[in-house]
């Protein structure tokens, strides 16, 4: 069973840098050909993508953190990576990695991280 490990997460101060980890820990599992994200959840609301990357490493960002977060990956890690430099307070949430694969006759695999708080607070 493949696992995503997120890291990183806890009580930043608006402005102060963070930088989410989410590792996939199984030996076998090819993480270079999975597409990765990143999903948030804040209290009373749905959970959204805040940004993806690619397998070839084309990225897309929510309109609410476009210019301010990086999303990247490193296959030789099995690590996909978040960061700011500038959180603000509606930044809060539960930030959730996700895998996401479709093979060639189009079945599709998902695989989630267990979620990891993000609080912006001064």
């Known amino acids: 069973q493949v696992q995503l490990v997120e890291s990183g997460g806890g009580l930043v101060q608006p402005g102060e840098s963070l930088r989410l980890s989410c590792e996939a820990t199984?030996?076998?599992?090819?993480?270079?050909?999975?597409?990765m994200a990143w999903y948030r959840q804040a209290p009373g609301k749905q959970r959204e993508l805040v940004a993806s990357i690619s397998t070839g490493g084309d990225t897309n960002y929510a309109d609410s953190v476009k210019g301010r977060f990086t999303i990247s990956r490193d296959n030789s890690k099995n690590t996909v990576y978040l960061q700011t430099t500038s959180p603000k307070a509606e930044d809060t949430a539960v930030y959730y990695c996700n895998a996401r694969r479709t093979d060639i006759v189009g079945t599709t695999t998902i695989y989630w991280g267990q979620g990891t708080q993000v609080t912006v607070s001064s």
């Open positions: 199984r030996s076998i599992f090819s993480f270079r050909v999975y597409n």
